[in-house]
């Protein structure tokens, strides 16, 4: 079991079937193009390997505030539906903590959709606060 940046276009395409799990609205065919334009504001994709299968990929940035300092914010964290609850995701968090030490970020944050109970359950684990609501404001013009 290895956890490495994707950093090679090949290594980008093998992590969309799991990060598909979590984004069903992302296009197959323009996923590598998205995660290269991303990674121009700072975007990184980490993934975790085992058996030569990809089985969780997280999406995360360093990124710094006035409220928070340098910190390490999570996009996206997933592990593929059919490889849950054998430590995966355990693995890529304790992971993504170690890298945004490295980073000298004063900690790392998340934001998960008020539906995810599994999730809830385990950033609970892993002795995350809830700190703050998420507000939005749709601004396409067909929103309803």
Not at 13 to 38: D, G
Not at 54 to 69: C, D, H, K, T
Not at 94 to 104: N, P, Q
Request: proline letters at 1%.
């Amino acid at each position: 079991m290895s956890i490495t940046l994707a950093q090679s276009d090949r290594d980008i395409e093998r992590c969309f079937p799991v990060m598909r799990q979590l984004r069903p609205k992302l296009a197959e065919n323009r996923f590598v193009e998205t995660v290269r334009r991303l990674e121009k504001t700072g975007f990184q994709m980490a993934y975790l390997e085992e058996r030569g299968k990809v089985i969780s990929v997280a999406g995360f940035r360093i990124l710094e505030n006035l409220a928070s300092g340098r910190f390490l914010y999570v996009d996206d964290l997933i592990t593929d539906e059919a490889a849950r609850s054998r430590g995966h995701g355990q693995k890529i968090f304790e992971w993504l903590v170690e890298y945004a030490k490295r980073e000298g970020c004063a900690q790392l944050e998340l934001d998960s959709g008020v539906q995810r109970f599994g999730a809830h359950r385990f950033y609970l684990a892993k002795r995350m606060s809830i700190t703050c609501h998420h507000f939005e404001l749709n601004l396409e013009e067909n929103a309803q």
